[in-house]
C-alpha cells in the first residue's frame, strides 16, 4: 500500500461534515460575531489603536502651552491657543476622514464596522481628546478661576466650534470628499476671521453669558452637522 | 478568525476519536464556539486541545460508537467494498495507540506540519517523527493482510 493510497483512505473514512448544518453554523457565529463587534463602545476601541500619533500630540501640546506662562507673558500663549483652535479642529476632520484621504472610502466601507460606524468612532475620540484638551488648556490658563476661566473656554471652543461645522458642510460636498486636506483651508479661513473680529471690534467687549448662549447655539449646530456627515457616510454606500 | 478554514480538519480530528458523524458534528461546533469564548490568538494549537478535552468528556459520558452502531443509526453507503475498507481501516486505527492514532489523524488526514503536532502533543518533532514512522508501518500492514 502506498503512502498516497493509505491518506486517501484515512480521508474518505471521516468524510466531510454536512455542507448545510456547517453553512449555517458559520454564518450563525458570524452574526454573533457581528453583533459584538458593532457595539460603540468596541467600535471606538477598535478605531483608537488607528488614530495617528500626531492627532493625539496636537491636542497634548494644547495642554502643555499654558504651563510655559510662567516664562511668557499670559496673554500672548493663550492667544496662541486661540488661534490654534481653528487648526486642531480642521486636522482632527482630517484625521476622522483619513479614508477617504488616502481613497480607501470604498475598502473601508466592505469592511464590518462600515465607513459610517469608522468615521463616527474615529471623530468621537479625536472631539474627546480634543475637547478634553480645551477644557484643561482653560482651567491652567485661568488657573481656577471660575469667571476666567469660562472666559478662557469660551474663548478657545468658539473658533474650534466654527471651523468644525464648516469642515463637516465642506466635507459633505463632493469637492470637500475629493478634497479632503481642503479643512486647512476653513481652518486658515476661520483664522483670518478671527483677526478681522479681533481687530475691527477691539474695543468691544461683549457679555459673557451672550457668549455662552453662542457656544451652546454652535455646539448644537456642530452636533446636527456632525450628525449629518456621518449619514452622508451610509448614503454614498447605499 | 476563519472557521471554514479550520471546520472540516477539526470534525475530521474528532470523528476519529468519536466515530459518530453526528456527535463530531456536534463537538466541532461546541468546540468553535468555546474557542470564540476564549478570544485565544493560537487557534489551530488551541482548537485542537479543546476538541480533544470535549472529546474525553464524551468519553466519559457515553460508550464511543463503532461502524456497526454507525451503521444502525441509518448512515448507508453506497458499496459493499466501501463498508468493508472503513470497518478495515475502523480495526486497524483502533490497534493504535491512541497517541499514535492522533498523529496519524493529525498527520495523513489533516496534513499538519509535523512541528505543529509536536506542538499540540507536546513532544520532539524528532519523536514524533519516529512515532509516525511506526505507526504508519504498523498501519498499512494491517490493512494489507486484513487486520488479521
Redesign the interface.
Known amino acids: 500500500?502506498k503512502?498516497r493510497e493509505?491518506?486517501d483512505?484515512?480521508?474518505?473514512?471521516?468524510?466531510?461534515?454536512?455542507p448545510f448544518?456547517?453553512d449555517a453554523?458559520?454564518r450563525s457565529?458570524?452574526e454573533k460575531?457581528k453583533r459584538k463587534r458593532a457595539t460603540i463602545p468596541a467600535q471606538i476601541f477598535v478605531q483608537a489603536r488607528y488614530i495617528r500619533v500626531y492627532a493625539w500630540l496636537t491636542a497634548v501640546v494644547i495642554v502643555l502651552l499654558p504651563l510655559f506662562e510662567a516664562s511668557v507673558k499670559f496673554a500672548p500663549l493663550f492667544k496662541v491657543a486661540a488661534d490654534v483652535m481653528p487648526f486642531l479642529a480642521g486636522l482632527g476632520v482630517i484625521e476622522a476622514m483619513r479614508a477617504e484621504a488616502h481613497n480607501m472610502a470604498e475598502l473601508e466601507q466592505t469592511t464590518l464596522l462600515s465607513a459610517k460606524s469608522a468615521f463616527f468612532a474615529r471623530m468621537i475620540l479625536i472631539g474627546a481628546a480634543q475637547f478634553a484638551a480645551i477644557l484643561a488648556a482653560a482651567a491652567l490658563f485661568s488657573k481656577g478661576e471660575a469667571g476666567s476661566m469660562l472666559t478662557a473656554g469660551i474663548n478657545l471652543i468658539l473658533p474650534h466650534c466654527v471651523t468644525n461645522i464648516l469642515c463637516f458642510v465642506l466635507e459633505r460636498t463632493k469637492f470637500g470628499r475629493e478634497n479632503v486636506w481642503s479643512c486647512f483651508a476653513v481652518a486658515a479661513g476661520v483664522f483670518l476671521l478671527k483677526l478681522i473680529v479681533e481687530t475691527t471690534a477691539a474695543s468691544f467687549t461683549p457679555d459673557n453669558s451672550l457668549l455662552l448662549l453662542l457656544t451652546a447655539v454652535l455646539i448644537v449646530i456642530e452636533i446636527v452637522e456632525f450628525k449629518k456627515t456621518v449619514n452622508t457616510e451610509e448614503l454614498s454606500w447605499n | 478568525m476563519d472557521?471554514?478554514q479550520y471546520?472540516?480538519k477539526i470534525?475530521?480530528y474528532i470523528?476519529?476519536k468519536v466515530n459518530n458523524?453526528a456527535l463530531?458534528?456536534d463537538l466541532?461546533?461546541e468546540t468553535?464556539?468555546k474557542f470564540?469564548k476564549s478570544e485565544c490568538e493560537e487557534p489551530e494549537r488551541f482548537l485542537y486541545t479543546i476538541a480533544r478535552n470535549l472529546c474525553i468528556d464524551e468519553y466519559r459520558r457515553i460508550k464511543p460508537m463503532t461502524v456497526e452502531d454507525e451503521e444502525a443509526l441509518n448512515v448507508s453507503y453506497e458499496f459493499e467494498d466501501d463498508l468493508v475498507?472503513?470497518q478495515a481501516?475502523?480495526e486497524a486505527l483502533e490497534r493504535l495507540e491512541p497517541e499514535d492514532r492522533e498523529m496519524?489523524?493529525l498527520r495523513?488526514?489533516n496534513d499538519e506540519p509535523i512541528a505543529e503536532i509536536a506542538r499540540i502533543c507536546k513532544m520532539s518533532r524528532f519523536a514524533v517523527y519516529r512515532r509516525l514512522k511506526e505507526a504508519?508501518a504498523k498501519?498499512?500492514e494491517l490493512?494489507?493482510r486484513g487486520n488479521g
Open positions: 500500500m503512502d493509505l491518506k483512505a484515512l480521508k474518505a473514512y471521516a468524510g466531510t461534515p454536512d448544518r456547517k453554523f458559520i457565529v458570524a460575531e | 472557521i471554514e471546520y472540516d470534525y475530521r470523528f476519529y458523524r463530531a458534528e466541532t461546533q468553535f464556539l470564540l475498507t472503513r481501516i475502523h496519524v489523524v495523513f488526514v504508519k498501519l498499512k490493512l494489507e
